[in-house]
């Protein structure tokens, strides 16, 4: 199974369990986002106007070599994170927004019932 569709088929933490096969998916984003250079790569591609940013602009952003960060980026596109395009002899990177709305409502709680966090407080401070 593809990583979008695991993540477009994985209940939010908080309604039901993940799987085996949906936990292993997840956590392929996860480890991915837990390296502080990747983090970084995405946070500069995201906040980039007009949504999308040369390799060239990357490298140059980082004390790292080319083959280094080439790697990070490969990373993030197995992933689903980036996507890229070839023109000439540049490469853009563009950030997939639906895996970011994904792990998102993965990751919402609910508003309501007794899972939630305002029912949670409330109950602590009882």
Request: aromatic residues 4%; charged residues 20%; hydrophobic residues 45%.
């Amino acid at each position: 199974m593809e990583l979008l569709e695991i993540l477009e088929c994985s209940p939010p933490l908080t309604r039901e369990p993940l799987d085996a096969e949906q936990a292993a998916g997840v956590a392929r984003v996860f480890k991915a986002l837990g390296d502080p250079v990747r983090l970084r790569i995405l946070s500069i591609v995201a906040s980039r106007a007009g949504g999308e940013v040369c390799v060239c602009d990357i490298t140059n952003a980082f004390e790292l070599s080319q083959p280094t960060i080439s790697h990070h980026l490969k990373v993030l596109k197995e992933v689903g994170l980036l996507t890229s395009e070839r023109r000439a002899s540049w490469v853009y990177y563009r950030l997939m927004p639906e895996t970011l709305g994904e792990l998102s409502a993965l990751l919402t709680p609910p508003t309501s019932g007794p899972t939630s966090v305002t029912a949670a407080a409330a109950a602590v401070s009882r």
